[in-house]
């Protein structure tokens, strides 16, 4: 049986992304790095079988070891640590078996928006379309300063100087969106935090005129792509591109940010949370008070089609669109703000 080590499990995409895996290939090996017990007990309780290995990003010795032994390495922990990821690629370096090992690196688009923070130009739109088919060596080459760059190239470099042992994979998500079907964290950033912002500041909230472009995909359709690479790197590479063209993004189209602000306060004041679902624009400095990243993930451009993996893994995105999912984001917030009885609530008969 292939044997896996995975990281970031108890995250977001991790955890959305280990339950897709785990219903297609119950009988792999799994190994699963958590902090600690508390978050550790809810993998186990979902997924028993998993054996636990107790560390972070930091405890370079273990990822080294554990890597080491393993067939398949996934990281969905952090796209920015630098050292876990040459610790990674390190350990299968070390491998016995005359087969390579895979590493599958999450990265994000994040990255695409280098040009807008050198400019400080937040709010406005951009006609520069990124994609990594015909374009990969632009991608793959991006300027040092853009966001994740740094250990895309630590990747990059360390698969370079391991070509023969260790194959290596980089995927980019752009804007996840919907409900997590993970054991612990089943909430993204971007919508729930413009939906959270909005009904505390009693208005929609956007970005300068709000004409930024970014890319969307439904954490259920990431997960399915996780899954075609994983299979792919356990048949031995499969029809997967790994090396220094590696590079998937990962959307299922495009969208503006003002439409998504319209909607999630049309729903606010639908719901009853704001009095009016007017739209206010914020400049850069004062949505970064209402969330430190607000300016770039609400406010800069991030526009990058997914050729690689429709091409050659037959990776076919088809759940609902990130304007689909924001009644129910908001809905989810108000809750979490005390503004709406919970499910605990109703069934207790108390809401």
């Not at 499990?9 to 297609?24: C, N, Q």
């Not at 390190?90 to 928006?113: F, M, Q, W």
């Not at 999912?325 to 989810?332: L, N, R």
Request: aromatic share 8%; net charge negative.
């Amino acid at each position: 049986m292939p044997k896996l080590f995975l990281l970031g499990t108890t995250g977001y995409i991790g955890g959305d992304a280990l339950y897709a895996l785990y219903e297609a290939h119950p009988d792999w090996e799994y190994t699963c790095v958590v902090r600690g017990t508390d978050k550790g007990s809810l993998i186990a309780a979902q997924y028993p079988k998993i054996r636990l290995v107790y560390g972070d990003l930091d405890s370079i010795d273990l990822l080294t070891k554990e890597a080491a032994n393993a067939d398949v390495v996934v990281n969905w922990a952090s796209a920015d640590h630098s050292a876990a990821a040459a610790a990674l690629i390190d350990g299968l370096s070390k491998r016995t078996a005359n087969e390579p090992g895979y590493y599958i690196h999450t990265s994000g688009t994040g990255v695409l928006c280098f040009d807008d923070l050198a400019r400080k130009t937040f709010g406005e739109s951009s006609t520069k379309v990124y994609d990594d088919w015909d374009s990969i060596g632009e991608v793959t080459s991006l300027p040092i300063e853009a966001p994740h760059r740094p250990t895309d190239k630590v990747v990059l470099d360390g698969q370079a100087a391991h070509a023969e042992k260790v194959k290596t994979a980089i995927v980019c998500p752009p804007t996840i969106y919907d409900q997590g079907r993970g054991p612990v964290n089943q909430r993204s950033i971007q919508l729930p935090e413009l939906s959270r912002v909005t009904i505390e500041q009693g208005n929609g909230v956007q970005v300068g005129a709000g004409k930024t472009i970014w890319t969307q995909v439904n954490v259920h359709d990431l997960s399915d792509l996780y899954l075609l690479l994983i299979e792919a790197a356990v048949q031995g590479g499969g029809n997967a591109t790994w090396g220094p063209e590696g590079y998937y993004f990962s959307e299922n189209g495009e969208f503006l940010w003002a439409d998504v602000a319209k909607e999630v306060a049309h729903e606010a004041h639908r719901q009853g949370l704001i009095k009016e679902d007017k739209i206010v624009s914020y400049a850069p400095e004062d949505v970064s008070k209402l969330h430190p990243y607000g300016p770039v993930v609400w406010g800069a451009n991030s526009r990058g089609k997914a050729i690689r993996a429709r091409k050659l893994l037959g990776w076919n995105p088809k759940d609902r669109s990130l304007l689909q999912t924001v009644s129910g984001a908001v809905d989810i917030e108000a809750k979490k703000k005390g503004l709406k009885p919970g499910h605990a609530a109703k069934a207790a008969g108390t809401a």
